[in-house]
């Protein structure tokens, strides 16, 4: 059982019906103050981003962003490779094992702007729906920091639009959402070490942070094993493919060395 809730099947039931779940102290017995001041200094350091938030287009002014940081340090691979919260992906998913996609830093600057709404898996040349998103703050957070969005049940709908993260995506989804009357949710606050997890498909967004702190917040990425490489249907997903899963190629298991079983 995870903290505050009853059983895995109950928290399961919610994510395959709205396409996403809170998880409380998702990190309960893990030192978060630790991985977060590992994951942070990385995440300053390696980012590439060096302009003013006003000179910066819409996805800029959404978050720093660092992804794959467990090749960049002991304690933040301990972090990205924490077998609790595979576990936890796994049982949502209702698998038995799960690899690692990647791992993703989204630090939301004082005054950073909103993050439009999108679908991630359009990014993903994976033959699963069994993709599921951990999203968790290493630090206190509230609605005035960012807080993550999701348009509940849009993941039954499956793949809307061909279309990346961007102000295109914003206008597309906005009008999407309204149309199919879905219930946008998100939690008032989140906790350091809670976790919201959802799926590929599940429609997401979150609001500027209207705060003077940093929101920092860690993903991870997790796909059930046995997936298989599909044909790359825009150049987002070849960039993946790429990136993820070196000499593999269409029909290929997904299986490289930078997809390891994390539980």
């Known amino acids: 059982m995870i903290a505050g809730h009853t059983t895995k099947s109950e928290l399961a039931a919610e994510l395959w019906r709205n396409g996403h779940v809170l998880v409380r102290g998702a990190a309960e017995g893990i030192d978060i103050a630790e991985h977060r001041n590992s994951i942070r200094d990385a995440t300053l350091r390696l980012t590439s981003e060096d302009r003013a938030i006003e000179v910066r287009d819409t996805y800029g002014k959404a978050f720093l962003q ?11 691979k301990r972090f990205v490779f924490e077998k609790r919260f595979a576990q936890i992906a796994a049982d949502l998913l209702g698998v038995e094992k799960v690899r690692l996609y990647h791992d993703q830093a989204l630090f939301k600057e004082a005054g950073g702007g909103r993050t439009p709404w999108h679908q991630d898996k359009f990014y993903w040349p994976l033959d699963t729906d069994k993709m599921i998103t951990m999203w968790m703050p290493l630090v206190d957070i509230d609605d005035a920091m960012g807080l993550i969005r999701f348009a509940s049940g849009s993941h039954l709908d499956g793949p809307i639009e061909s279309v990346e993260i ?17 219930a946008i949710s998100s939690p008032e606050r989140m906790s350091a070490g809670d976790a919201t997890f959802h799926l590929g498909w599940t429609i997401h967004s979150a609001n500027e942070n209207r705060s003077t702190k940093m929101r920092e917040v860690m993903t991870v990425i997790y796909f059930a094993d046995g997936a298989r490489i599909t044909e790359p249907t825009s150049k987002f997903q070849q960039a993946d493919l790429d990136a993820w899963f070196p000499n593999r190629k269409p029909g290929d298991l997904a299986d490289s060395d930078l997809s390891p079983i994390l539980n």
């Open 166 to 182: 961007s102000d295109e995506s914003e206008v597309i989804y906005t009008r999407y959402v309204a149309e199919k009357g879905f």
């Open 66 to 76: 660092v992804t794959n940081l467990w090749h960049r340090g002991d304690t933040v």
